[in-house]
């Protein structure tokens, strides 16, 4: 059985709606906090599929995090060897880091559920599930175009929401997973501040969530499904 490997950077940032559609691809799913002692030891090159999972920590934190510049290293073997990758949120601002991109921090917050604006590339691949449907946002970073990738789509907020690397490589900005994870409350009790500059109060934050979350996760399985389908 092929093996995937999801690299969480918190615990309580976890593939979510995704597994459904990694599992139902044939992969055997493996996981590794990056608090986890045997992280450091674990070649990344190996899993047949790696899903690097979101974090409230940003990729120049590096003296605060040490373990972002190891994992910087260990990633760029992977993404030389064009192994199927996904990144989600910061693991999609990883990613970038890899391919030499400049990650820092935006001029906004971005939290809340709304469409991402899928350009033409975008829409002839698997973000064309996407399209018109309010997903989750929760984020304050960005990052330059890394070379050789080809932008998929952006927001009223940022430019830079999505790109993809030939088949195997796909970083997402949003979370597509979430909609149907109870986790989801656990990031609203954990960032109320957040919550407070974008959205307003948790409660509307909360109605959203109830409103959009099914959704969201469908568009985002659907994704995911064609472009597990699509891997070289």
């Known amino acids: 059985m092929k093996r995937a490997l999801i690299i969480r950077h918190?615990?309580?940032e976890g593939v979510a709606g995704y597994r459904q559609p990694i599992e139902a691809?044939?992969?055997?799913?493996?996981?590794?906090d990056v608090s986890d002692p045997a992280f450091g030891a674990i070649d990344l090159r190996e899993p047949d599929l790696l899903i690097m999972m979101g974090g409230p920590m940003g990729v120049y934190e590096q003296e605060a995090h040490p373990?972002?510049?190891?994992?910087?290293?260990r990633l760029a073997p992977r993404l030389e060897a064009d192994r199927p990758t996904l990144g989600v949120c910061f693991g999609a601002q990883m990613i970038a880091a890899a391919l030499g991109a400049e990650v820092y921090r935006g001029p906004v917050k971005e939290v809340g559920f709304h469409p991402v604006e899928v350009n033409d590339d975008g829409s002839a691949g698997p973000l064309k599930h996407l399209v018109a449907t309010?997903?989750?946002?929760w984020h304050g970073d960005s990052?330059?175009?890394?070379?050789?990738?080809?932008?998929?789509?952006?927001?009223?907020?940022?430019?830079?929401q999505a790109f993809r690397r030939g088949p195997n490589l796909l970083a997402l900005q949003f979370h597509a997973e979430m909609g149907e994870d109870?986790?989801?409350?656990?990031?609203?009790?954990?960032?109320?501040?957040?919550?407070?500059e974008t959205c307003g109060d948790a409660d509307r934050l909360r109605a959203a969530h109830e409103a959009h979350g099914p959704a969201a996760v469908a568009a985002g399985r659907a994704?995911?499904?064609e472009w597990l389908g699509g891997l070289q």
């Open 134 to 137: 309010p997903i989750l946002h």
């Open 182 to 196: 109870a986790r989801f409350h656990q990031w609203v009790d954990e960032w109320p501040e957040a919550v407070c």
């Open 143 to 160: 990052f330059t175009r890394p070379e050789g990738v080809e932008m998929l789509a952006s927001s009223h907020l940022y430019e830079h």
């Open 223 to 225: 994704m995911i499904g």
């Open 67 to 73: 373990w972002i510049r190891c994992q910087l290293r």
């Open 10 to 12: 918190v615990p309580h």
């Open 25 to 32: 691809a044939g992969y055997a799913i493996d996981r590794v």
